[in-house]
Each structure stands twice: as structure tokens, then as C-alpha cells.
């Protein structure tokens, strides 16, 4: 059995992530870094309620250079957006394995 990871997400801005799908495992944790300048809050899709995932939201902005990590427990494949817009567009997929 492998150790846990960390995998590194970073925002560009409010439509585009680097990278945009992973595939983790049970017990790694991902990690946003805000490398823009205005605020962003990834949470689990759908907009706004975050129902696939209810842990995996940030609970408000991340500022510039500051982060917001969560470790994933449950196995699935979990879409996300950028809370803060009004229809958000999925920002990316974390597929999470056994």
C-alpha cells in the first residue's frame, strides 16, 4: 500500500485549472493554490449545494497565493467548479480510486 500524496492544483483564473483531471487515491489529498489575483472558491459539483461531495468545499474565497486542501475518502469521480460565479462551469475532474 502506498503512502497518501499531495497533488497540487493551481488556479490560473475563473475557468481554467492546472491540471484540469487527476486520478488519486483513497487518503490523498489535493491541494488549490489561488495563483491568480481575485478571490476563488472550488467546492464539488453541482452548483451551489456541493451534494456529490459535501466536504470538498472551500467555504468562501482563497486569496492570492493562499491554498484550500481537502482529503478525499470516498472512491468516485468528483467534478468541481469555481463557486464564486453565478452558473460555473465544471473546472475539472478527481478521480479517486481504491
Do not use: M
Request: proline share 9%; hydrophobic share 35%; glycine share 8%.
Amino acid at each position: 500500500k502506498q503512502e497518501p500524496q499531495e497533488i497540487i492544483i493551481k488556479i490560473k483564473n475563473f475557468t481554467e485549472v492546472e491540471p484540469s483531471v487527476v486520478t488519486i487515491h483513497v487518503g490523498d489529498t489535493i491541494t488549490f493554490i489561488n495563483e491568480d489575483t481575485e478571490l476563488h472558491w472550488p467546492g464539488a459539483d453541482p452548483h451551489p449545494t456541493h451534494s456529490s461531495l459535501p466536504t470538498f468545499d472551500a467555504l468562501g474565497g482563497i486569496s492570492t497565493e493562499q491554498s484550500y486542501s481537502h482529503t478525499f475518502r470516498t472512491v468516485g469521480i468528483f467534478g468541481y467548479h469555481e463557486h464564486l460565479l453565478d452558473a460555473p462551469p465544471t473546472f475539472g475532474i478527481i478521480r479517486v480510486l481504491p
